[in-house]
T-cell receptor
Framework: GDSVTQMEGPVTLSEEAFLTINCTYT??????LFWYVQYPGEGLQLLLKATKADDKGSNKGFEATYRKETTSFHLEKGSVQVSDSAVYFC??????????FGQGTRLTINP | DAGVTQSPTHLIKTRGQQVTLRCSPK?????VSWYQQALGQGPQFIFQ???????QRGNFPDRFSGHQFPNYSSELNVNALLLGDSALYLCASSFWGVHYGYTFGSGTRLTVV
C-alpha cells in the first residue's frame, strides 16, 4: 500500500538556520502531497500542498517541490524562527480520500 | 466561522470499558474522517463518513465503530478498550471529493488505564 517515510527526528537548529526535512513516498499512482504542522496541544494544520509532479508548494517561508523521479517532497525553509518549533508531518492522498502520514519530525528552534 | 470541534478534550477510561467521542465539522463540510495518533507517531486513518454512511475504513478492528448524523456531526465509538487504544483521536472534516480541504480538530486525548 501507499506509504510515507520522513527523516528521523528530533531536529534541533538555531534561529535563522536553514531547514530541510526529508520526505519520500511510495504510491502506485499520482498522489497529491502535503506537509502538515502540529503545534503543542493542537490538531494538524495544512502548511502546504502540491498536486502534480514539479509543483512547488509554499507558505510562510516554507517550500517543498513534488519530485516524481525521486518520489520525494522535502520541506525547506531558508531562515527558521523559534515560532517554527512544532512537529511536521508529510502526507499523501490518492483516489481513496484518506490521508497517509509519515511518522512526523519534531523540530526545535533555539534562540 | 467555527472550525472542527471535538469533545471531550481529555478522557480517562478503564480497560474493557466503552467510549464515545464526538466531532462537529467545519460549517459547510459534509464529510468526516477519524484518525488515531499514538504518541510519537503519525495519524492513522480509522474511517470516513459521508451521507451518514461509512465510505472507507482503515485497518482497525470492529471494536471501532462510528456514526454520522443528518447535521454532518459524527461519533466514534470504541468498545472493549485496550491499553493500546490510548492515543489522540483526531477528527477531520472536508467536502466530499476534495483532497486538499481537510480541517482538523484539536483532538481528544484518550488514556486507557
Amino acid at each position: 500500500g501507499d506509504s510515507v517515510t520522513q527523516m528521523e527526528g528530533p531536529v534541533t537548529l538555531s534561529e535563522e538556520a536553514f531547514l530541510t526535512i526529508n520526505c519520500t513516498y511510495t504510491a502506485t499512482g499520482y498522489p497529491s502531497l502535503f506537509w502538515y504542522v502540529q503545534y503543542p496541544g493542537e490538531g494538524l494544520q495544512l502548511l502546504l500542498k502540491a498536486t502534480k509532479a514539479d509543483d512547488k508548494g509554499s507558505n510562510k517561508g516554507f517550500e517543498a517541490t513534488y519530485r516524481k523521479e525521486t518520489t520525494s517532497f522535502h520541506l525547506e525553509k531558508g531562515s527558521v524562527q523559534v515560532s517554527d518549533s512544532a512537529v511536521y508531518f508529510c502526507a499523501l492522498i490518492q483516489g481513496a480520500q484518506k490521508l497517509v502520514f509519515g511518522q512526523g519530525t519534531r523540530l526545535t528552534i533555539n534562540p | 466561522d467555527a472550525g472542527v470541534t471535538q469533545s471531550p478534550t481529555h478522557l480517562i477510561k478503564t480497560r474493557g470499558q466503552q467510549v464515545t467521542l464526538r466531532c462537529s465539522p467545519k460549517s459547510g463540510h459534509d464529510t468526516v474522517s477519524w484518525y488515531q495518533q499514538a504518541l510519537g507517531q503519525g495519524p492513522q486513518f480509522i474511517f470516513q463518513y459521508y451521507e451518514e454512511e461509512e465510505r472507507q475504513r482503515g485497518n482497525f478492528p470492529d471494536r471501532f465503530s462510528g456514526h454520522q448524523f443528518p447535521n454532518y456531526s459524527s461519533e466514534l465509538n470504541v468498545n472493549a478498550l485496550l491499553l493500546g487504544d490510548s492515543a489522540l483521536y483526531l477528527c477531520a472534516s472536508s467536502f466530499w471529493g476534495v483532497h486538499y480541504g481537510y480541517t482538523f480538530g484539536s483532538g481528544t486525548r484518550l488514556t486507557v488505564v
